[in-house]
């Protein structure tokens, strides 16, 4: 809801800010488009592979995706996993292996089941785990270069349309249309600040805070998975994954558990 928020009221201020001075008719032209738009887009092009520029809009889509596995769920779960590997015994997790939705629970669930030992599944899991940043690093980094580029493009078109009126500019008869001449050479740098602080940036930011939302459940899950592994028990596990959290964030997962609800009582 914050992205959608973000966007409907930016544009909607913008828009009628434009409206109060004069209507849109002034704040388009077709040449500053052109240099701001599509010099941005080249620079792309020129800056990361093809098929990652072209897979960007499916990046896009992830700053409207609603979060369905918050901190607090994965604590949850960590605790649940813990209790029924006390009380049954650790192979009794496959089948949450076949139904778990995660990735990372599923894996090491299933070197824990092998009995691998503790260094080597969190080895393999923080390798998995450095390299699904990296991947996710990267759509936010084309992103944040379409930020840097865009008002860069902007000054250039702006510097292109103050040569151009000059150059015009032949006497008094002509210092009518200086100003006029000004605004057009002005609009790339509207256009470049425009595309740069109203989408490139919040969005490479959003995705940024979505990286590190994951890469937190991420490492609930690893120290989650080794401590079921040791037989920890489910209260001590709970205490040490909460410690990944902020006072108020934290939940009595255990004792909700232990009394068989669904819920969870939050502590303030």
């Not at 008719?25 to 738009?37: A, G, H, K, N, R």
């Not at 150059?167 to 100003?179: P, T």
């Not at 959003?206 to 209260?235: C, F, H």
């Amino acid at each position: 809801m914050s992205t959608i928020l973000g966007i409907v009221s930016g544009v909607a201020l913008l828009f009628i800010a434009i409206f109060r001075q004069g209507g849109f008719e002034i704040f388009l032209s077709i040449p500053s488009i052109m240099i701001t738009f599509g010099g941005t887009l080249a620079a792309l092009f020129i800056s990361f592979p093809l098929p990652r520029v072209f897979n960007v809009m499916g990046v896009l889509m992830q700053i409207f995706r609603r979060d369905i596995q918050p901190p607090s769920w994965v604590i949850a779960l960590m605790v649940r996993l813990a209790m029924k590997a006390r009380q049954r015994s650790l192979l009794s997790l496959e089948e949450d292996i076949r139904t778990s939705n995660n990735r990372f629970i599923r894996l090491g669930l299933e070197m824990v089941i092998d009995g691998h030992p503790a260094d080597f599944i969190r080895d393999v899991l923080e390798t998995e785990s450095d390299f699904v940043q990296v991947r996710h690093r990267g759509g936010e980094h084309i992103f944040r270069t379409g930020g840097k580029f865009a008002p860069a493009f902007g000054l250039i078109g702006t510097l292109i349309g103050l040569i151009a009126m000059l150059r015009s500019i032949g006497g008094i008869a002509s210092a009518e249309k200086l100003g006029s001449g000004m605004a057009m050479a002005l609009l790339t740098t509207f256009y470049g600040a425009m595309m740069a602080n109203l989408f490139f940036m919040p969005v490479a930011e959003k995705l940024r805070s979505r990286t590190d939302d994951e890469m937190l459940r991420t490492r609930i899950i690893i120290e989650g998975v080794i401590m079921i592994q040791a037989g920890i028990n489910p209260r001590i596990i709970e205490r040490k994954l909460n410690s990944f959290l902020p006072p108020d964030l934290r939940a009595a997962h255990y004792q909700t558990i232990l009394k068989g609800t669904r819920g969870i009582r939050t502590r303030r």
